[in-house]
């Protein structure tokens, strides 16, 4: 007599299975589009499994509260030991019925969801042919779950603590918001000072210098913030929950260890040099600054002077510098560049500001204005196709066709904003992939810009794109909120459990797989001479099991046994 | 059983979807009510690139007449880039299938977003006439390997 094999917490034993098919009417979604008496009746009468008990029922809503008690109750008082609901899809109620299971003895790793509304009664209009192939799937399903093993939650305590590396305006709003009795924050700056760009910013926002220097005093009088000035990151490994860091101090090259659950990277970005090419064409000597470096002038006590001393007459301010060759909008420079004209106007209403700009890009809800206040203090805006400086002497080519030439006192540039010189280094330490632009890649564009490959390592502020102060700061806090709700003092985590496994016995620790894991989850365990997942931290995406040519690897609850049996159901 | 060349030949179609884009795609097209071919099977898995030569060679050997492997458009995956691992390993695939007397072209590998209940219809569809089209799988329980 065959019987299933069924592992227990660390001893086998043999038991006779008892499988619980329960089908769910979904209301007329399902009910009303196969016939599921006839199912009931077949799979009631399935002969396939001599030694396997089937109970086969239908109920209205099995996703209701009524259908998961119902549900509950049937588990325990049959005493299954598999179950397979015939319902929706798992990406709908995979979990409510996991939950169902988890309040009863049966492991929810030996139920299984088989998803007979969106792949039969809503895509098969034929009742008849709906019914065959719903049934199809459903002896798929009892098949699969004789083949499901057991797994278990293994629950990891995790370090609150978290690094945050930058010390700009991003980086300081992640630490301040992260610190608090019971998290500690360690915020590692490259340089000798706080504050990144923004304290060289002029004017942004009223009161923009006391909002800095009030951020500046609080980090320093924060006393669960520890501060490494002039210090660098020299080696990470670990994952969320668990990194180990090591420090390396610039001056004296002494190196300090530290553990964080989490990692937020904020290391901003600088200008891209627009250099001397066919369209820049100047000497150091000539009057032609960066946005950046007038803004400095413009923050110091005597504003924007020229290198004779006084103060320009006319200024071109040139808009999408390297916006062609980089291929992506920086997003703020038309803004700062409105806010510079008012500057200059602010210093001198006569001088005559000239704006260049291929697109205008004013994405903030109050840029509008400052755009209309720099029309109404008499700032040209011509938008060009083409344009090319020889020092201060302007030659452009407008959207007419129509070409000219000005000569101004001063140019000044808005070059694209670039990610700043360690990215790449940083990058491979903390095995975070680059964007096609050289940030650093988010998980998702718009559900997750904050979050990376690597979980516990998040990119905050100009380290994930361009973007101005404002969003930057906005940045931060979304990387707080996720750290806050996932890292909870005293709380252990839960990593994923359908993860890969090595048979120790089958590797030859050739680190083929070691090689394909996106996550670094594999190392190789060099006494042993064999490859060893990290657990943490794989996720379970399957990539290294081709990758194997001894067959050692096993991606649980989709073995090869499981989907081989799923390939023979789908072919019966 | 021999089919006879009039009886209309219907193939059984094996189709591996990823859980994070595809396997969503065919949910919307689920609930958009498209209509879908019954000769075709869905087999979830986390992600394209666990789909290994043995498991799809041995889906033919059993006798699939052509199989589908739809993930997430390159720079989507949910793992980063085990789509990409997924083409490479595909593309020389294909070129074992031509010394085992397989046509290439019963292998098919989609990207399919989970916002294209749409094209996920259409691709399953066209697939199913071009399977159809092909006929039957030559190799279907041959003793060959």
Redesign the interface.
Known sequence: MKEFEMREAGQDRKMRAKVGVYVCECGPNIGGKIDLDRILSDLSGLDDYQDVELVVKKYGFLCSVPGKEFLEEEIKSNGFTHLVIGAC????HDSTFMSVCSKTDLNPYLYRII?I???CS?????KE??T??AE??LR?GIARVLRQSELFEKPLDINPDVLVIGGGIAGMEAALSLSGEDRRVFLVEKTDRLGGVSLDLSGLLPGQGFVISKKIESIMEDRNIRLFLNTRIKAVIGFLGNFEIELVSEENAETTDIMAGAIVVATGCSLSEPGVSDHFSYEASDEVYTSLSVEKMFSGDEGVKLRSGEQPSSAALIHCVGREEKNYCSGICCSYMMKLAGLFKNQSSDIQITEFYRDICLPQKDDQERYKAAEAAGVTFIRIKDISIKGTDVSFEMMNGEKSKQSFDMVVLAPALKPSADTEELADLLTV?LDEFGFFQEVHKMTNPVGT?TDGVFIVGTAHGPKGVSDSMQFARASAGQILTRLIPGEQLIPEV?VTEILEAYCTGCGNCLE?C??GAIYSDDSRGISVVNEAVC?????C??SCPSGALR?KH?T?TQ??Q???E??R | MEKSSEIEFTPAIVGFLCNWCTYAAADLAGSSKLELPPSFTVIRVMCSSRIDHNLLLSTFFKGADGILVAGCHPGDCHYGEGNYYARRRFALLKKVMETLDLAPDRLQLSWVSAAEGKRYAEVVNEFTKKITELGPNPIKNSTRF
Request: proline fraction near 5%; charge should be negative.
């Open positions: 899809s798992p990406r709908d998803n509304r969106e792949h809503w895509v098969i209009d034929d042919k709906a065959e192939k199809s799937y798929g992939p490959s359908k394909v996106v996550y996720r379970g995406c399957g990539n099991f081709g991606t989709f090869n989907l081989y799923e390939v023979d789908a072919l």
